[in-house]
């Protein structure tokens, strides 16, 4: 099923469906497998360029010339937007947090290489410094289209909808079934796309978020609401069970953006193993929050498991010293 919502073409789709048939000798079981979402093209890929193909499809059907988006200094989503708006001609402003760090490097230098304008939050609210820009780009003659944080809207994790369809493709293809997808959870887009499109179709794997941030109790709701917005977005008719939002928050650490021992053994067993990068914030912490679920025997040996790889690696540079201190 293909929906109708103005959509840019701006991915490369599918993105491989991978085994990781070392890692999963190594680990003893389960039968893992990655898909691909690192590889989704577009300025060093990630989850954010397929919700972009929808937002920026929505942009431009608005006749806007300027896209605001919101981040951490290191936020993929906003260099990703930065890239999507460049394809498609439009200016790019972010709202990035806090400071300005004392090295532009990572995703912050692809930024200013993919023309975009940063203006620093301070600290300050970044929806609020959003609106405060999107006002001065209105006062100038200009239509400005902000997009929320991590891109996670209705229109955003659509994009993941569509990819739990295409997911469910390969999975045939490669007659493989999968008992659960496990993914870095944070603004809750991807995993509320792929839950509503998990209950679209009847599929029963189950879609574990692995929060980066924030409790539980907080981010399962927020998954829930959106996989029911999409759901309704896209004039969909079947219900979102709640049991079906899951989030794990055991695997935080030290926070979101710091990288502890367990996000370096994942990022090192991963490289190492499968010659695969992920990164500090999201999926190294997701990756090492799987491997404990592994080593507490959460699976049984034969169950496929798929990691969904959201990208990232472009911020292993801003952790140079982190990573090599192990
Ligand atoms: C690499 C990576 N993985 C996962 C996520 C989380 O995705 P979501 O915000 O849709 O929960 C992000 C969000 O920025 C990300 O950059």
Same mark, same amino acid.
């Given at each position: 099923?293909?929906?109708?919502?103005?959509?840019?073409?701006?991915?490369?789709?599918?993105?491989?469906?991978q085994?990781?048939?070392?890692l999963s000798?190594?680990?003893?079981?389960p039968?893992l497998w990655?898909?691909?979402?690192?590889?989704?093209?577009?300025?060093l890929?990630?989850n954010?360029?397929?919700?972009?193909e929808?937002?920026?499809?929505?942009?431009?059907?608005?006749?806007? *010339? /300027? #896209?605001i988006?919101? $981040?951490?200094?290191q936020s993929?989503? =906003?260099?990703?937007? %930065?890239a999507?708006?460049? +394809?498609?001609?439009?200016?790019?402003?972010?709202a990035?947090?806090?400071?300005?760090?004392?090295?532009?490097?990572g995703?912050?230098?692809?930024?200013?290489?993919?023309?975009?304008?940063?203006?620093?939050t301070g600290?300050?609210?970044?929806?609020?410094?959003m609106?405060e820009?999107?006002?001065e780009?209105r006062?100038?003659?200009?239509?400005?289209y902000?997009?929320?944080?991590?891109?996670?809207?209705?229109?955003?994790?659509t994009?993941?909808?569509?990819?739990?369809?295409?997911?469910?493709r390969?999975?045939?293809q490669?007659?493989?079934?999968?008992h659960?997808?496990?993914?870095a959870?944070s603004?809750?887009?991807?995993?509320?796309?792929?839950?509503?499109?998990?209950?679209?179709?009847? *599929? /029963? #794997?189950r879609?574990? $978020?692995?929060?980066?941030?924030?409790? =539980?109790?907080?981010? %399962?709701?927020?998954?829930? +609401?959106?996989a029911?917005?999409?759901?309704?977005?896209l004039?969909v008719?079947?219900?979102?069970?709640?049991?079906?939002?899951?989030?794990?928050?055991?695997y935080?650490?030290?926070?979101?953006?710091?990288?502890?021992?367990?996000?370096?053994?994942?990022?090192?067993?991963?490289?190492?193993?499968?010659?695969?990068?992920?990164?500090p914030?999201?999926t190294?912490?997701?990756?090492?929050?799987?491997?404990?679920?592994?080593?507490?025997?959460?699976?049984?040996?034969?169950?496929?498991?798929?990691?969904?790889?959201?990208?990232?690696?472009?911020a292993?540079?801003?952790?140079?010293?982190?990573?090599?201190r192990g």
């Open positions: 099923m293909t929906n109708r919502m103005p959509r840019v073409p701006l991915a490369h789709l599918p993105t491989p469906l085994p990781l048939e070392r000798r190594a680990l003893g079981g039968r990655l898909k691909r979402d690192d590889l989704t093209g577009l300025a890929g990630g954010k360029t397929r919700k972009l929808y937002l920026l499809g929505d942009a431009l059907q608005r006749g806007a *010339d /300027t #896209v988006t919101a $981040g951490a200094a993929n989503h =906003a260099r990703q937007t %930065a999507a708006a460049a +394809r498609c001609g439009l200016r790019c402003v972010l990035l947090s806090p400071m300005a760090p004392e090295t532009t490097t995703n912050l230098l692809l930024d200013r290489l993919l023309g975009a304008q940063v203006r620093w600290g300050r609210d970044r929806a609020e410094v609106q820009i999107a006002a780009e006062a100038a003659g200009r239509e400005p902000v997009i929320p944080y991590g891109g996670s809207n209705a229109i955003g994790a994009a993941y909808f569509e990819a739990m369809h295409e997911l469910v390969q999975s045939r490669a007659q493989v079934e999968f659960t997808v496990a993914l959870s603004s809750g887009g991807t995993q509320s796309g792929l839950l509503a499109g998990a209950a679209a179709l009847h *599929d /029963t #794997v879609i574990l $978020g692995i929060s980066v941030d924030e409790p =539980a109790g907080v981010l %399962a709701p927020r998954v829930l +609401r959106l029911r917005l999409v759901i309704e977005h004039a008719r079947v219900d979102v069970p709640e049991e079906g939002a899951m989030v794990v928050d055991d935080v650490g030290g926070g979101y953006g710091v990288m502890g021992e367990p996000e370096r053994e994942a990022i090192e067993l991963l490289a190492r193993y499968e010659g695969v990068l992920l990164d914030v999201y190294g912490k997701a990756m090492a929050g799987l491997i404990a679920l592994i080593r507490a025997k959460t699976w049984r040996r034969e169950d496929a498991v798929l990691f969904w790889h959201t990208g990232g690696a472009p292993l540079f801003a952790y140079q010293d982190a990573l090599l």
